[in-house]
């Protein structure tokens, strides 16, 4: 048959390439004179069986089996490292092929994780915990509450204090899951952040910071806030400036002076008439100025009119101004 043919081809070619190389090994080393010598010392074994031939022939057969014995065992040598050469590489392949299929493996993993990898808000507080519940039987109880059971990844880890957090699955076949659940849940607390959306969602991404009803709201106080801030900041502000321009007016103003009969006598003079003479009529007109400008500079204004009223009437004087503290 054909494989028969072929082998019988191949062996002829194989035999054909030995007595090639045979009769170049005879040329090479019978042309050195020292023939005989050489063959006893590579190929003594074979002396015996050669004796009684010719010696032309013994020393050609000689040579040709020291050339077929070298030959097999370089043959068997380079087989011999042939083998551990493609043992070795196969060796080395394996490991390539098991550190591949572990880097590919761990990409899917790391890729999987960063598909449910969600961005939490600062500050987020954690769900309360329904009350205790106390009965006959059953003591520090709490009861099952509708929709505690199954909580979404966000409200498990509010509070904690975490930049990042990992959903437990995606949802498949229509079917929200751990991580819709836990987007959805931002988005109606009105954290609207990048993080949060795949690579194909930037329309929704945009849409929400456009359009989410919370963060508009929050928004809204924040600028309200601000604003209150501001304006409340500038009154603030004004009133210093004119806190400071009511002192220096004080002090600017002379201050009322009255006889010793007078001043022996100021504590004991009834509060409706105070303002019967000309430096209680000025003290008093003084007073409701500087209460207009601020509630605070009673002291002032008491030091500034001490030698016509006393302290028990300065402040009767100075609650009886307006604006009233009840005001």
Not at 135 to 146: C, N
Not at 188 to 201: I, R
Not at 287 to 311: H, I, N, Q
Request: hydrophobic letters at 30%; one cysteine or more.
């Amino acid at each position: 048959n054909i494989c028969m043919r072929e082998c019988k081809k191949l062996w002829k070619k194989a035999v054909d390439e030995i007595e090639k190389r045979s009769a170049a090994y005879i040329d090479q080393h019978s042309a050195g004179g020292n023939l005989e010598s050489e063959s006893k010392m590579k190929s003594s074994r074979f002396e015996d069986e050669f004796t009684r031939q010719d010696a032309k022939q013994n020393k050609l057969r000689i040579l040709k089996a020291t050339f077929l014995n070298e030959l097999s065992l370089k043959r068997l040598k380079q087989w011999i490292e042939e083998d551990d050469d493609v043992k070795q590489k196969g060796e080395q392949a394996a490991t390539q092929e098991k550190l591949k299929e572990a880097k590919s493996m761990h990409d899917q993993w790391v890729k999987k994780k960063d598909s449910l990898r969600i961005r939490m808000p600062e500050n987020l507080t954690p769900p309360s915990e329904p009350p205790l519940a106390h009965g006959r039987e059953t003591v520090g109880v709490r009861p099952a509450v509708k929709g505690t059971t199954n909580r979404t990844t966000v409200e498990l880890m509010a509070g904690l204090g975490l930049k990042y957090v990992h959903a437990t699955n995606m949802g498949q076949r229509g079917m929200e899951g751990d991580l819709e659940k836990s987007r959805n849940q931002l988005l109606k607390l009105g954290y609207v952040h990048k993080s949060n959306f795949d690579e194909g969602d930037k329309d929704l991404y945009d849409k929400e910071r456009r359009e989410n009803a919370t963060l508009k709201e929050r928004q809204e106080q924040e600028r309200k806030q601000k604003e209150d801030s501001t304006k409340a900041f500038d009154e603030w502000l004004s009133l210093k400036d004119m806190r400071e321009q009511a002192i220096k007016c004080l002090r600017a103003i002379p201050k009322p002076v009255v006889d010793e009969s007078q001043q022996k006598t100021k504590q004991q003079v009834p509060l409706s008439t105070v303002a019967a003479s000309k430096e209680s009529g000025l003290c008093i007109q003084v007073g409701r100025a500087v209460k207009k400008v601020d509630r605070t500079l009673y002291l002032e204004w008491a030091s500034w009119c001490d030698a016509v009223f006393a302290p028990n009437v300065s402040i009767a004087l100075w609650d009886f101004f307006a604006p009233k503290s009840c005001d």
